[in-house]
């Protein structure tokens, strides 16, 4: 097998790995998808691999397709947190090249890349990140660079890296009150509520909030 | 033509401030976000013109995320102002400039008022204003409006907008996606402030934050609460109104009104209207100005110093979590401590909370167990009359009522429950003209609606007993008022004016329990029942007003089935353990 095949059955698989996840796993719009974004061909190749299946009008992931899919799943949404946090990439910009990197790093590579961003737990767009072996291992053993502002010692200055709640609205308010990546934000109190100081600003959360926004340490 | 003025700014900025500086009408002034919830109206006149100045609730974005901030944006579709005046804060430059691009691509001419710059000297910080003017391209004020610093140089600014025209295209285009405001506005920000690398924290700074430590702020919360039983309970409720009841109405006001009345008439009718058992003068004005002025004047002293403190945000940063199980979280401690005030008001600033889940189990929480100061007040006058034990067993039930009442709710309401994000403002030392203009505010008001009212409902109880259907409607609520609750059946009339105003019930109850007809357990179950009774005819119409006629019916009907059991049940455990 060649290397554009082998791609294509990783990029397949988490095209429909993805598919699954967002429950619209029937056999038309997956085959469609399949044709115009991977090849004509792909489709067949992994039923006969055995890697997934047909099962009326749904498509069924099999232990070892799912497995691939999840783990190509993982590397392309870690690799578009590295993009946006760390290279400052913006835009469409993230995804296509995510596409395109997430194929030629190892399950290994994307570990590092997972406890350097200090375990996210989703992707620039919000989907959840797929945790790996290294999450499992808990990150509290070693220092991560990018922590969730819950972690912080109380008293302690970082800058904020990225917020990851799904809600428009939440991001939003956050922002709007001065909560933006690259601003530093002192922690005030942990308990009983969340409190920290931006510029001068002085803004009260729960604890989900606060798990929620990530901030490099300095 | 006259023009028209908005003011618009991220909230507790004080915009109520220059509301009141431009207008000479008071608005409002409290330091917590979310004070002004709905638009308030005023006229200016200056440089020989009329203006029409109009308030607008606090807002971080066009783009609203509760009720109080769509009042804003919705204001500014549907108005067009000839003017709009950014009123912000100094200190934060960033947050300002996000709304002042927003702002700018509405395309109206914009004013931008830096407020508060005392405070921004304070701090060290600095601004370049004339810097500023460039970068945004619209003229730029500084001012103090609490004090009225830079007021007279905004007028000017306004009317030589005003005098210009029509909008002027914008000189510097306002940045448009999200990304580029953020980036603009760190630019801006860097240019324009600088700020002083100030270590030390100032007394109030750290006064704000022990009211808020995971210790000592429920310490600060007791302390706050016997200050409060203290003033209102034992100061105001007890020795005030015994002062106005006994000396000035006992000794002058009734002895000399009744001679006169002698002197004036000779019918027994009339003699009754006025000062008889329901009579006008010895039950209505002796409730409304002997028993509940003192009370609510003192409630709404303590409470005006408590708002303009900034102590009721870090009260919902201590209780955010207890509020959780109820389906809600810290914003919410704010219309329910100012239902404590007045639960009328506390019912329109539910607006405040984001989404309609939340509205909702405030306004069941409001409606059913939280009484409003006249009503506590009035209940604390009674109970310390009887046994404090009755205090801490009343203070028991309604704590478990909004326990219980809350959780169920959370569970029964569907919707969802939002986070709890929220600003607290700094420390302030409170200014006394503004708590006393407040107060003075709030008591106009409480006269205004509370004595006509306490009128109507005396009219009401004195023909209702004339013509003897007082009997009729106590031989009806029997079963309820004898029975359930063991009750004589002579409070029927309290509870039948608490509809009208739950706090004249309650000074019913106060004068029954003083001539000696209620024992103890009587007492216990009485206070228990009206406080949990259907809130006063005022909050029910703002209920009904703010969430519709169905939705009021139906809280109002949970509302009274609760209120009648869990009274029974109180009344059944009294009497079995015989306390």
């Not at chain 2, 006149?45 to 971080?60: A, E, Y």
């Not at chain 2, 022990?210 to 016997?226: C, E, I, R």
Request: net charge neutral; proline share 5%.
């Amino acid at each position: 097998m060649n290397t554009q095949e082998c791609f294509d059955e990783e990029e397949a698989l988490g095209v429909i790995w993805n598919s699954v996840e967002k429950k619209q796993s029937d056999l038309a719009s997956i085959v469609e998808r399949l044709r115009t974004g991977v090849s004509a061909t792909v489709f067949d190749d992994l039923i006969a691999k055995k890697l997934i299946m047909v099962d009326g009008n749904t498509v069924v992931m099999m232990p070892a397709g799912a497995a691939v899919g999840r783990d190509v799943t993982r590397r392309h949404r870690l690799t578009e947190r590295l993009l946006a946090d760390v290279l400052q990439v913006k835009g469409p910009d993230i995804d296509v090249t995510a596409c395109k990197i997430e194929h030629i790093i190892s399950t290994g590579i994307a570990d590092s890349i997972c406890t350097l961003l200090g375990h996210p737990r989703a992707c620039p767009h919000g989907s959840p990140i797929p945790s790996g072996e290294c999450c499992k291992r808990l990150q509290s053993s070693t220092e991560p660079i990018v922590t969730s502002l819950d972690t912080l010692p109380v008293g302690a200055t970082a800058i904020v890296a990225y917020l990851v709640t799904g809600s428009h609205p939440h991001i939003h308010k956050l922002l709007s009150l001065g909560v933006v990546p690259g601003t530093p934000v002192r922690l005030h109190q942990k308990s009983p509520s969340f409190v920290v100081n931006v510029n001068e600003t002085q803004i009260a959360l729960d604890s989900d909030i606060a798990r929620q926004i990530y901030v490099r340490t300095c | 033509m006259e023009k028209t003025i908005a003011l618009v700014g991220n909230p507790n900025v004080g915009k109520s401030v220059v509301f009141s500086r431009l207008t000479g009408t008071y608005a409002v002034v409290s330091n917590y976000p979310g004070t002004t919830v709905d638009i308030s109206r005023g006229t200016a006149v200056f440089g020989g013109r009329k203006f029409q100045v109009i308030d607008t609730p606090g807002t971080n974005s066009l783009e609203p995320v509760s009720e109080d901030e769509q009042v804003t944006r919705d204001i500014l579709k549907s108005e067009h102002p000839d003017v709009i005046v950014q009123v912000a804060d100094a200190k934060n430059m960033y947050r300002t400039l996000l709304l002042t691009f927003e702002l700018q691509a509405l395309g109206l001419p914009l004013i931008l008022e830096l407020n508060m710059f005392d405070e921004l000297l304070q701090r060290g910080m600095k601004i370049d204003r004339d810097e500023l003017e460039k970068l945004l391209g619209i003229p730029v004020v500084e001012s103090t409006a609490i004090s009225g610093e830079g007021i007279a140089e905004l007028k000017r600014h306004i009317r030589a907008l005003t005098d210009s025209g029509a909008a002027r295209e914008a000189l510097v285009p306002p940045p448009v996606t999200s990304e580029e405001k953020h980036t603009k506005a760190r630019e801006i920000t860097l240019r324009v402030l600088r700020a002083s690398s100030r270590k030390e924290t100032t007394r109030l700074e750290k006064l704000g934050a022990a009211m808020m430590h995971p210790v000592g702020g429920y310490v600060f919360v007791a302390v706050v609460l016997f200050i409060l039983y203290e003033f209102v309970g034992v100061f105001a409720a007890g020795t005030v109104v015994d002062f106005l009841e006994h000396t000035v109405f006992g000794a002058w006001v009734t002895p000399v009104v009744s001679s006169a009345i002698d002197h004036l008439t000779t019918s027994v009718l009339v003699k009754d209207f006025l000062i008889g058992k329901y009579g006008i003068i010895s039950m209505a004005i002796s409730y409304a100005f002997a028993i509940v002025l003192p009370i609510v004047t003192a409630f709404f002293l303590f409470f005006s110093i408590l708002e303009d403190t900034g102590y009721l945000p870090r009260l919902s940063v201590m209780l955010d979590r207890l509020f959780r199980i109820f389906g809600l979280n810290g914003k919410a401690v704010l219309p329910m401590v100012l239902g404590l005030g007045c639960g009328t008001m506390a019912a329109l600033s539910t607006r405040i909370l984001e989404t309609r889940k939340e509205r909702i189990i405030t306004v069941i929480l409001l409606s059913l167990t939280i009484p409003c100061s006249a009503q506590i007040g009035v209940i604390l006058g009674l109970l310390s009359g009887v046994s404090w034990k009755i205090a801490v067993v009343w203070i028991a039930s309604i704590s478990l009522s909004i326990v219980m009442v809350g959780s169920l709710a959370n569970k029964l309401v569907p919707g969802e429950q939002s986070p709890f994000i929220f600003e607290i403002p700094p420390v302030r030392v409170p200014s006394v003209v503004n708590i006393l203009r407040k107060v003075g505010m709030r008591l106009r008001w409480y006269l205004k609606e509370a004595v006509p009212l306490f009128v109507l409902g005396t009219v009401l109880l004195f023909i209702v007993d004339k013509l003897a259907v007082l009997t009729v409607i106590e031989r009806m609520a029997r079963p309820i008022v004898v029975s359930v609750l063991g009750l004589p059946p002579v409070t029927t009339a309290a509870f039948l004016i608490g509809f009208l105003r739950r706090d004249y019930g309650a000074a019913g109850l106060y004068v029954l329990a003083k001539q000696g007809l209620l024992d103890p357990t009587q007492v216990l179950v009485s206070v228990v029942a009206i406080t949990l009774f259907v809130p006063c005819i005022a909050q029910c119409f703002m209920v009904v007003k703010e969430q519709g006629w169905k939705l009021a019916m139906l809280i109002f009907a949970g509302v009274t089935l609760y209120a009648v059991t869990f009274a029974g049940i109180v009344n059944v455990i009294a009497r079995s353990i015989q306390w």
